[in-house]
């Protein structure tokens, strides 16, 4: 079972239009990472956030982590084709040690 | 090519028969990370490795899966007597430091 859960599980969005995705533990996160993945290829790292309130960008996209390090956010501005994939957030827990859990993912697919 | 590599990309094999895969990570990356895939899902963490040391096993890992990483530096996931349960696309990633994790394209194992 998945320990983060994302939301929401699937996504269709016109070209052009903003989105977000949320992640979001029961715990509090040693840091949270961002990863895109194209059906049946490896995950590609997009970003990784580890203060409370930290919010990073890349291009069109943003990533946000809320102070208490339990959930964050994924938002992309005037989506393109390309964006089109699976977006999976992954955590390190605390008390782990070198694991990072997953979410299930967020299919985004872009209508032109 | 500096990425990590992973071999075959796809592998069919028959019921109880056994298969190794190998994962060529990042040179200087010092830790390396097993995880399985099924469609839908995040990637689940199977096992860990900080140079040679097998460092963390899931409790998912039978004793019919076994991870070696001689030298600290490629490493082998071996699952013997497959079971059509063993079917999922399996990924391995490596970092320098506990930090982002870069993944290969995976391997997808298709157990008939």
């Known amino acids: 079972s998945q320990e983060l859960e994302q939301s929401p599980q699937s996504l269709i969005v016109q070209e052009g239009k903003n989105l977000t995705i949320n992640c979001t533990s029961s715990k509090t996160l040693y840091g949270l990472y961002w990863y895109k993945q194209k059906y049946g290829e490896g995950l590609i790292f997009l970003m990784m956030l580890q203060k409370g309130g930290e919010e990073k960008s890349h291009e069109k996209i943003t990533a946000k982590l809320d102070e208490k390090k339990q959930q964050s956010s994924l938002h992309i501005t005037a989506s393109q084709p390309s964006h089109a994939g699976i977006y999976l957030c992954g955590a390190e827990e605390m008390d782990s040690n070198y694991q990072l859990i997953w979410g299930a993912g967020t299919k985004l697919i872009i209508k032109p | 090519d500096t990425g990590v590599s992973q071999n075959p990309r796809h592998k069919i094999t028959k019921r109880g028969q056994n298969v190794t895969f190998r994962c060529d990570p990042i040179?200087?990356?010092?830790?390396l990370y097993w995880y399985r895939q099924t469609l839908g899902q995040g990637p689940e963490f199977l096992t860990y490795?900080?140079?040679?040391?097998?460092?963390?096993k899931s409790r998912l890992l039978s004793d019919r899966f076994s991870a070696e990483r001689p030298k600290g530096s490629f490493s082998t996931l071996e699952i013997q007597r497959t079971e059509q349960g063993d079917s999922a696309m399996y990924l391995c990633?490596?970092?320098?430091?506990?930090?982002?994790?870069?993944f290969g394209p995976g391997t997808r194992l298709t157990v008939l």
């Open positions: 490795f900080q140079n040679e040391a097998q460092l963390e």
């Open positions: 990633a490596s970092s320098p430091t506990r930090n982002e994790q870069f």
């Open positions: 040179s200087e990356h010092n830790r």
